[in-house]
């Protein structure tokens, strides 16, 4: 602590001005240098009781010295933590470390010992691994406890996100581009959906640590591929894609398109195709799987993906990617002897 001197005018016991305080004596009480009131320390500064005049201000080194990274032993030796060890980070903020090639003394390792090390270390790692799960898991709680806070969810709609939360650890869902706190703010939406709570996705993510296209791709993946019973985040998706193609078709061709897209739409419901991503790039997908299907072409690649953009980002790829997956997935329901524009066609 660096502190400077306070000399009072004059003591409360009449000694003289230039007396140095003593921390020691209790009993003297500097004087403001103004008022030659009372000065009184509040927390790390010295403060006159009488005009508010701040005397003094300690200048504390709150952030962790050198000791506060080494190991517990005396000798300091041993790994040193990056970040200062402590009872609230896993392993104290340290982490166990395999050496094939030598032992904790230097000295070298038989085969038979290298082996045994080897074994251990994936072992280790296994455990580590699930480790860290469950603390992103936890983290994923405090997610959608976050969200459900800020935007007056109730209560038991953020514990049933929890569970399929953890319903998506479970499935391993995590992983590559699907992170967790998409994943958690995914949660989140279905729950709200789920209980008829009016929150939008656009709302959810403003609270979230993910964009919204994000959150609904996650959504939709918590519903496809975990044992979630929750209804579809999107209502009547097909229907914005075909009215933001504007003058790209005519109305009879648009509705046409509607009600074909609606049943490829239900299978993509059912079945995980594309599940890392949101359902209005399925709806755009679907819609140009319908177009393909009708007689003459109305719409491009290109024009169903700036239709889509006007709700979410989404990529000509992905429209044509996922509209063949819908149009053979669809075959895969029909008998054989049944053609895919004869099933879309009949009501």
């Known amino acids: 602590m660096i502190a400077r001197d306070i000399f009072a005018d004059e003591g409360s016991d009449g000694s003289s001005g230039n007396e140095r305080f003593d921390a020691r004596n209790v009993a003297w009480r500097p004087t ?4 030659d009131g009372r000065v009184v320390s509040e927390d790390c500064e010295a403060v006159c009781a009488d005009c508010g005049l701040v005397v003094t201000i300690d200048a504390l080194e709150r952030k962790p010295g050198l000791k506060a990274h080494a190991p517990d032993s005396t000798d300091r030796k041993g790994e040193w933590a990056v970040e200062p060890t402590t009872e609230l980070r896993v392993d104290k903020g340290l982490h166990t470390t395999f050496f094939l090639n030598t032992d904790g003394k230097g000295n070298a390792l038989s085969s038979k010992q290298r082996e045994r090390m080897g074994r251990l270390r994936r072992r280790h790692k296994r455990f580590q691994m699930d480790s860290k799960r469950d603390n992103r898991l936890n983290e994923g709680f405090r997610d959608i406890g976050m969200i459900g806070a800020n935007l007056s969810i109730p209560e038991h709609v953020q514990t049933d996100a929890s569970r399929y939360l953890e319903a998506a650890k479970e499935a391993r869902l995590p992983g590559g581009r699907m992170a967790w706190e998409s994943l958690a703010a995914g949660a989140v939406l279905l729950a709200a959906r789920r209980a008829s ?3 939008t996705p656009t ?3 403003e609270y979230a640590k993910a964009p919204e296209e994000r959150v609904c791709a996650a959504a939709r993946k ?17 229907d914005q894609v075909v009215a933001a193609l504007d003058d790209a078709v005519d109305v009879g061709t648009g509705i046409e398109l509607v009600r074909i897209a ?4 239900r299978v993509a419901d059912s079945e995980p195709i594309g599940p890392g991503t949101s359902r209005m790039s399925v709806a755009g997908a679907a819609v140009y799987a319908a177009d393909r299907l009708t007689d003459g072409k109305s719409v491009t690649q290109g024009e169903v993906a700036v239709a889509v953009e006007r709700t979410l980002p989404t990529t000509k790829g992905r429209v044509a990617r996922y509209s ?3 149009y053979d997935a669809a075959e895969r329901r029909l008998k054989t002897t049944t053609e895919v524009a004869e099933l879309v066609a009949a009501d």
Do not use: S, Y
Not at 222 to 237: G, S
Not at 262 to 265: A, G, Q, S, V
């Open 203 to 205: 709302e959810i993510a």
């Open 32 to 35: 403001c240098p103004e008022c």
């Open 324 to 326: 063949r997956k819908l």
């Open 262 to 265: 609606d049943r490829l739409m």
């Open 197 to 199: 709570i009016d929150r």
């Open 222 to 238: 918590i519903r496809l591929q975990t044992d979630v019973d929750a209804p579809p985040v999107r209502d009547r998706a097909v």
